[in-house]
């Protein structure tokens, strides 16, 4: 199956600092994939190299199996930017006309049914609409143009609890009945743990980590045991991050060899622990004995 975006050595440099860097990808259709990072890694530049707003420095990207802005891609693609641009002097119900006339295949009844639930007045000014409105409106928009592949960079980050969890239900749902793929940023850990099949990490620039969430949490366990053993760890297995109190140690360790020694405890690593560890820019102390 032809991923949905793939990106071969991508990369994007302003001025002499690069924002991202060796991006190679392919990631798989018809899921959530959950984008995270810390700030400034490189999400949004990564998701505007996808759509076309951004030009590679060096490698190529190509979503849906052709450049970005080719024609085609543009209709196929939504793209709801983190700051939700929308036409401020235009009402709710204009910006859904103007979506319906822009878009050949709009989900006219599918726009007014959510813009309805959600509890937006029709006839109000776009510029009058709180930020969390603004975005559900930008986001209503994104959905009705029943993409085949929908971009959405930090689209809950000003939702209240409710308006989240019910926006997450909808993309899960729109998933599965449509087959869209979605690639999600996100700074919340546990929306992204709820609601991803597929986990991308970006730190530093750079793809940490880059597959389907079971595989990542089957690769990885939390080692805890005596400070003065780990390093015996360090030279069997890959620690990926390594916690260290007066007396104990608690490893991030990758890969499936087997720990048999009973000083340590092993337990499975939640999607969260993952991520966090993956984020930290630093690289594990060997302990000093
Ligand atoms: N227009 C620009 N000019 C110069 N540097 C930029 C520009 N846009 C982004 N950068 C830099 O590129 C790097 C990556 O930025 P990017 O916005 O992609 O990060 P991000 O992961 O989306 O961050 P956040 O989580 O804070 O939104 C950062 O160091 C940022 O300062």
């Known amino acids: 199956m032809t991923p949905v975006l793939e990106a071969e050595g991508l990369g994007r440099r302003y001025g002499r600092q690069w924002a991202l860097r060796d991006c190679t990808l392919a990631l798989p259709g018809g899921q959530v994939i959950g984008l995270v990072g810390p700030n400034g890694a490189g999400k949004t530049t990564l998701l505007s190299l996808a759509v076309g707003l951004l030009r590679p420095t060096e490698g190529e990207v190509r979503v849906l199996g052709r450049r970005p802005r080719s024609p085609g891609t543009v209709a196929e693609v939504g793209f ?3 700051d939700k641009p929308l036409y401020r002097n235009l009402t709710v119900a204009e910006t859904l006309r103007m979506g319906a006339w822009l878009n050949p295949g709009w989900d006219a009844p599918g726009a007014r049914d959510r813009i309805t639930r ?4 029709m006839d109000q000014k776009v510029g009058k609409l709180s930020g969390g409105q603004r975005s559900q409106l930008a986001l209503t928009v994104a959905l009705s143009k029943r993409p085949k592949l929908l971009l959405l960079d930090e689209p809950v980050a000003d939702l ?3 308006a989240r969890r019910d926006f997450l239900r909808t ?3 729109e998933v599965a009945e449509s087959g869209v793929t979605v690639v999600l940023s996100s700074h919340l850990l546990a929306d992204v743990e709820k609601t991803c099949e597929f986990l991308v990490l970006l730190a530093t620039s750079h793809v940490q ?3 389907d969430t079971e595989t990542l949490l089957s690769q990885h366990r939390m080692v805890t045991g005596p400070r003065a053993d780990a390093q015996s760890l360090f030279s069997a297995h890959t620690v990926v991050q390594a916690d260290y109190a007066e007396r104990q140690a608690t490893l991030l360790v990758r890969g499936r060899a087997p720990i048999n020694d009973p000083m340590w405890t092993v337990r499975p690593v939640s999607l969260e622990e993952l991520a ?4 930290s820019t630093s690289l594990p102390q060997e302990v000093a004995a």
Not at 276 to 279: V, W
């Open 171 to 173: 993309l899960m749902s």
């Open 276 to 279: 966090l560890a993956y984020m």
């Open 209 to 211: 980590l880059a597959d």
């Open 160 to 162: 209240d609890p409710i």
């Open 118 to 121: 959600i509890g937006l007045p």
């Open 80 to 82: 709801v930017a983190q």
